[in-house]
Structures are given as structure tokens and as C-alpha cells.
């Protein structure tokens, strides 16, 4: 009787302690994420998937948040990151995928100079069944890094408007921008200092929107790969792994000094057959 007494004393302690320790967490802003809740849901829709960050239909697909933590793996280390959240959504259409990420961030750091750095984010992708470092990749473990830039989406919207500009025959200012095939660089990673950037980019598309402090950053991709040893492959009915960092600018973030989310399983539902 005393040993089914103490047992229940120490299990309501457990729970007490648990309990306790989520409201700290909660009251830094951290979210916490269910054992349930652990799989990121690529969607199937019909037709043309959403490119725009603000297009209506975003609303309608389930958001997941997760939880960022600060990169402690190798120095320099960064076990303080600004952003404690982010807020993922997916969808495909059975040819493409697309995510939609959206993080707190009270300032907008998009132009590199001396002195300044960019925000970002970024999608890893195991390449191949493997398990792989979440970070970087690891010898013979090597993921595929999206990582959209806000410099390269600032070059990309400026040029744009540039373009616009002289359709309609407005007053033109000189600027040198450079030509970007997309805002988002496609990676190979094998390790930590093993970063390659891809021969052919643009496979991978970004667009993005800052308002109110928040990013809204969308990543767009065709489903088949075309380069089955350098590239993601993303198959419709299958569970594969998942991984997320972010960069504030403004707090002097970049390389290894970043948020991150490690491994998350990615379901993308499948496609009926007719």
C-alpha cells in the first residue's frame, strides 16, 4: 500500500514538474509541439498552386507550428536566436510542392553590406533513405538546402519594378542589380564547411512579403527531380524527413549562427489514380 502511495506521489510530481516546465517555456515564447503533432502535411489541391505569400488561398490550409532552437552543435555557437517559432504550411498540386514559412521578425534586413547581414530561411531535404545530420548533412548523408535570402528577393523585386518602369516610360534612376534566377540558392550540404552551391539553379522559386513584423516567405519546387543524386526527391504517398533554419539580420545572424528545427516528418498525400 505504502509502494502504490509513493508511486502516485512521484507520478503527480512528474506531471507537476511537466506541467511547470510548459508554462516556462510558454512564457518565453516557446511553443510546444504533441508527439501527435510531429508530421508536416504537404496538401493536395487542384490547379495552379498559390505563388504570392498573401494569395486567400493559404488560409485554407491547416498551419503547424514548431518550435526554433539556437544552434549548439558547432562554434561559433548560437544558443540565443530571435526567432523561437515558425509557422509552416504545404501544399502540391501532383507536379509542384510548395511551403509557405512565417516567422516573427520586428525588422526587415534585406541588403548585404559591409557590416549588415540578411534575414532568411531555410528547407533541408535528406538526399536519398538515409538519415542524415539535420544541420548540414554529414559525409555520405548529404541534404539538398533551400535557402531563400531576402537580399536576393530584394535584387529580384527591384529589377522587376525597374522592368515595370520602363514599360510605362517613368523617370529611371541608375542602379546596378544583379540578375537572379531566383531568390532562393540551391545547396548541397555534407557537413558543417561543406557548403556547394548547385551548377544549375532556379529549379527552386521564392517569393515573400514583410508586414508587421512577420515574414511570409513561399518556396516553390517541381516535384520530379531532375537530378536523382543532387536533388531532393519529393514523391506523392510518401513520409520523408524535414528540417528548418532562420536568420535575423538585424541580430548579426548568418552561417552557423542561426535558429534551427531538426528533423519533422513531411507527408505528402497522394495522388488518386484514375
Not at 181 to 188: C, F, W, Y
Not at 206 to 227: F, T
Request: one cysteine or more.
Amino acid at each position: 500500500m505504502i509502494n502504490v502511495f509513493r508511486s502516485r506521489v512521484f507520478l503527480l510530481t512528474c506531471l507537476s514538474g511537466l506541467s511547470l516546465a510548459a508554462s516556462v517555456l510558454g512564457g518565453f515564447g516557446i511553443p510546444l509541439v504533441s508527439s501527435e503533432g510531429l508530421t508536416i502535411r504537404s496538401y493536395l489541391v487542384e490547379g495552379e498552386l498559390p505563388q504570392a505569400p498573401d494569395d486567400a488561398a493559404w488560409s485554407d490550409i491547416p498551419p503547424m507550428t514548431i518550435p526554433l532552437s539556437g544552434q549548439v552543435i558547432t562554434r561559433p555557437v548560437w544558443p540565443e536566436p530571435s526567432a523561437r517559432a515558425l509557422v509552416v504550411r504545404s501544399l502540391h498540386n501532383g507536379n509542384d510542392i510548395a511551403f509557405l514559412l512565417q516567422w516573427q521578425d520586428n525588422t526587415k534586413n534585406d541588403r548585404l553590406t559591409p557590416g549588415t547581414f540578411r534575414d532568411g530561411v531555410a528547407i533541408g531535404l535528406p538526399l536519398g533513405d538515409a538519415p542524415a545530420f539535420f544541420c548540414m548533412g554529414q559525409l555520405d548523408h548529404y541534404i539538398n538546402i533551400w535557402h531563400w535570402k531576402a537580399d536576393w528577393q530584394s535584387d529580384i523585386d527591384r529589377r522587376a519594378a525597374r522592368t515595370f518602369e520602363k514599360k510605362e516610360g517613368g523617370v529611371r534612376t541608375f542602379e546596378v542589380i544583379p540578375r537572379r534566377t531566383s531568390s532562393v540558392e540551391d545547396l548541397i550540404g555534407g557537413g558543417f564547411s561543406t557548403l556547394t552551391t548547385k551548377e544549375k539553379q532556379g529549379r527552386v522559386q521564392g517569393k515573400a512579403l514583410w508586414k508587421d513584423g512577420v515574414w511570409h516567405v513561399v518556396m516553390q519546387r517541381p516535384l520530379v527531380s531532375e537530378e536523382q543524386e543532387n536533388e531532393a526527391i519529393l514523391i506523392p504517398g510518401r513520409v520523408q524527413t524535414v528540417s528548418f533554419a532562420v536568420w535575423n539580420g538585424e541580430s548579426k545572424e548568418r552561417n552557423g549562427q542561426k535558429a534551427v528545427a531538426p528533423w519533422f516528418q513531411l507527408a505528402i498525400d497522394p495522388v488518386a489514380k484514375l
